[in-house]
């Protein structure tokens, strides 16, 4: 006899396990089946992840998911008590005149204005005073810095509600608050090889579904057997090709490698002294800083003493169709070659320092960098994180929840509401997003 649950949960990153437990949650009586290829949540993508949590986009969409989100994860640390390692140390834009005055920059502070997400302008005297070992000017002789194109520091957009947290520690709230409201264990180390798609009603004949029937995916493929449900949550982030292309539900993500080298600061004074930066906020260590050029970006993580440093690169690292066993690999020749050259420029402390450790995952692109989440012939997708899946997670999850339940609207955490069906395909309405990283 095969089993049958009314929803199934394909994929226990955040995006999944936030989802199993709103789903859960406003739908008491159901039945929800997580079920994950790794040995637990949380420990593909999301634990490659640097955490860091940011309302400063430049689309009304990824700010109200953000900012929902973040209102969320302090609501969880603080009047829960539940510890996230969340820490609001800030983001910091570094940017040249030039940069400063972009249109799209110019925009982007517009809609943050329009939207009270709270930020303000720092000129570069008083970021000289807060981080003395930041280069701001390079001279017309420095031939290097011509060679990398480095743009001076004249300007820098600060965000005091933006900071970073510990993703394993979001996975464990939704999960255990998920585990204490559903009758079902999750389900481990079992790939789903394929998802079922089956005529309604079947007629038993040869070849079902044919192209004259109506179609519905039933289920899932498994090692351990088919499995039914009413409901398929795909929430595979950038696997979400591999499952719904066999069946011909459109997915338009695609996938890119992201990279965090992580750089000791313990027994390099003048690294420490950067990483414990104050000023910024009161946490008292350096806030999430990205770099006028080359996309390098530095992540202090206080509690170990060390910076993780990333990297957008944008056109040379390949788009992929789906993510491989290799994208966990760093590449200490990509850290070496193109991202140090700029990082010690910028900030000399680095020099000379090799990274202790390194690690990578993939992005899950959308084509406009705003999450994906519709329904589609029995499959609830949620998807297209685009590098910020851990600071959309609770909206993300509230959507997906309020699509199923067929509601109109998704009222995300502290009563802000957004259309359910606004991430979708058909009536997609968002902005695209400029502030990728
Ligand atoms: C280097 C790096 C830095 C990042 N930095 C940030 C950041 O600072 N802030 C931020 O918000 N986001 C960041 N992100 C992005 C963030 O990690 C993702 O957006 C988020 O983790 C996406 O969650 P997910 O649940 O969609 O995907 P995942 O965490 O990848 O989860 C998908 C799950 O699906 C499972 N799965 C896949 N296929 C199958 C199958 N066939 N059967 C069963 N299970 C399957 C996988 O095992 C996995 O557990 C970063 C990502 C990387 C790689």
Redesign the pocket.
């Known amino acids: 006899m095969t089993e049958k649950f009314d929803i199934i949960v394909?994929?226990?990153?955040?995006?999944?396990?936030a989802s199993a437990y709103y789903l859960q949650k406003n739908n008491p009586d159901k039945t929800v089946l997580l079920?994950?290829?790794?040995p637990d949540?949380?420990?593909?993508?999301?634990?490659?992840?640097?955490?860091?949590?940011?309302n400063m986009f430049s689309s009304s969409t990824n700010q109200l998911l953000t900012d929902t989100s973040i209102d969320f994860f302090r609501h969880i640390h603080d009047d829960l008590k539940f510890d996230l390692t969340l820490h609001l140390c800030g983001y910091l834009w570094l940017l040249s005149e030039q940069q400063f005055k972009e249109p799209s920059v110019q925009t982007w502070m517009q809609r943050m204005e329009a939207n009270d997400i709270a930020y303000r302008v720092i000129e570069q005297k008083e970021l000289q005073q807060l981080i003395p070992g930041l280069v701001c000017e390079f001279s017309a002789e420095d031939e290097e810095a011509a060679l990398m194109h480095l743009n001076n520091v004249d300007y820098a957009l600060f965000g005091a509600e933006c900071g970073?947290l510990d993703?394993s520690l979001l996975v464990q709230f939704y999960k255990s608050e998920f585990l204490k409201l559903s009758k079902v264990k999750p389900r481990f180390n079992?790939?789903?090889?394929s998802l079922l798609l089956e005529a309604q009603p079947s007629l038993g004949l040869p070849g079902e579904p044919l192209v004259w029937q109506q179609k519905q995916v039933t289920g899932?493929r498994?090692s351990q057997g088919n499995i039914h449900a009413d409901k398929v949550v795909v929430?595979?982030?950038?696997?979400t090709n591999?499952?719904l292309d066999p069946v011909g539900i459109p997915s338009y993500v695609k996938a890119k490698?992201?990279?965090?080298f992580m750089v000791a600061a313990s027994d390099h004074p003048p690294l420490e002294e950067l990483l414990f930066t104050k000023g910024f906020s009161d946490t008292g260590f350096i806030p999430?800083t990205i770099l006028p050029s080359g996309g390098v970006y530095v992540?202090g993580v206080p509690e170990e003493k060390s910076f993780w440093i990333?990297c957008a690169d944008k056109v040379g690292r390949a788009y992929k169709y789906t993510?491989d066993e290799e994208d966990y690999s760093g590449e200490r020749a990509y850290y070496e070659n193109s991202v140090y050259p700029v990082l010690s420029k910028y900030f000399p402390a680095f020099a000379n320092i090799r990274p202790g450790n390194m690690?990578?995952?993939?992005?899950?692109y959308a084509v406009d960098a705003i999450p994906l989440i519709y329904e589609h012939s029995g499959v609830l997708v949620?998807?297209g994180?685009?590098?910020?899946?851990?600071?959309?997670?609770d909206a993300i999850a509230r959507i997906a929840d309020a699509l199923y339940r067929g509601e109109p609207k998704a009222t995300l955490y502290g009563g802000r509401t957004i259309p359910a069906d606004s991430l979708g395909l058909t009536n997609r309405k968002v902005e695209v997003e400029s502030v990728l990283?």
Do not use: E, H
């Not at 949540?41 to 940011?54: L, P, V």
């Not at 929430?235 to 696997?239: E, K, T, Y």
């Not at 994180?385 to 997670?393: C, H, L, P, V, W």
């Open positions: 394909v994929g226990a990153g955040i995006l999944g396990v079920v994950d290829s790794q949540a949380g420990q593909a993508n999301t634990a490659m992840s640097a955490a860091a949590i940011r970073v993703p079992l790939r789903v090889d899932i498994t929430a595979v982030g950038p696997w591999t499952l490698k992201r990279q965090l999430f992540r990333g993510m690690w990578a995952g993939d992005y899950a949620v998807t994180a685009s590098g910020s899946g851990i600071m959309k997670a990283i």
